[in-house]
């Protein structure tokens, strides 16, 4: 079995469950489907896999799903989960027909957590450390806008502190020089799996290509191997997908988000 194989069967068997989503309010099952609500308006659409569903009863899953969400006034978005290794024929033409809309495709990238915490010094000048406290996950949140051209926003910020108020093991990590944030991602150990997410990589457009994301990841590994963590997932874009393979992870499927908005009015 490749690493890649036996990656992907650990991905399905200890991921696609209730471990994926530690920070719902709600979660509601409809077939094999996972109904989730978070805080602050916001729906997900996942699931371990569709069956033996054809196109005709994956149109009424998707039907079904969006009306329950439409049902709650407070939700104006929902993120529908694809993975590139699943059986789900129509899938794509369903959700187009029903207003949801496909984001750019990313690759799953899995890894052993010894690995990826070899010993990687940042760049000279910069300094890691974790955050909690609420002027640093704002600062974080700002940095991480501007990184990825986002307008700013509170939103962000606002979950990550409920996501802290709560507990469920998330990690805040940035990479400071001079100051000021240079750099930040999460880390989000999943219960009762050997896995830990690496999530929300950013890195300040002039600090790119200088070991700043390479030097999170392996602090974010380091604290996950000391909490019993061996395994480490990310869903990344093309830009980190090269620096996590060059660190040992591997692509083992691809996943693709579409988003449904409520329209105004």
């Known amino acids: 079995m490749t690493d890649a194989t036996a990656f992907l069967s650990a991905y399905d068997d200890q991921l696609r469950s209730s471990a994926e989503t530690p920070s719902a309010v709600s979660v509601t099952r409809r077939g094999p489907l996972r109904l989730v609500t978070f805080a602050g308006g916001s729906g997900f659409v996942t699931y371990r896999d569709l069956g033996a569903a054809d196109a005709s009863a994956i149109k009424r899953l998707v039907g079904e799903a969006l009306a329950h969400y439409r049902a709650d006034p407070a939700i104006s978005r929902v993120k529908w989960k694809c993975r590139g290794h699943d059986r789900a024929p129509g899938l794509h033409e369903a959700l187009v027909e029903h207003g949801f809309v496909p984001e750019e495709p990313e690759s799953i990238m899995i890894g052993t957590a010894r690995r990826l915490a070899e010993d990687v010094p940042p760049p000279a000048g910069v300094a890691l450390r974790r955050i909690s406290a ?27 502190l409920r996501r802290l108020v709560r507990a469920d093991g998330m990690e805040l990590w940035v990479a400071e020089a001079e100051g000021a944030m240079v750099g930040a991602g999460r880390l989000e150990p999943v219960a009762d799996t050997g896995f830990a997410g690496i999530w929300g990589g950013a ?27 061996t395994l480490i997932h990310s869903d990344s874009s093309e830009y980190s997908r090269p620096i996590l393979e060059r660190s040992g992870m591997v692509g083992v499927s691809t996943t693709t988000p579409y988003i449904w908005h409520r329209e105004e009015g």
Not at 205 to 229: C, E, F, H, M, P
């Open 203 to 229: 890195t300040r457009a002039d600090w790119r290509g200088r070991g700043v994301y390479r030097a999170l990841t392996a602090a974010r590994a380091q604290s996950a191997l000391a909490i019993g963590k």
């Open 134 to 160: 609420e002027a640093d996950v704002r600062a974080m949140s700002a940095m991480a806008d501007e990184a990825f051209g986002d307008p700013p926003s509170a939103e962000m910020a606002d979950a990550l």
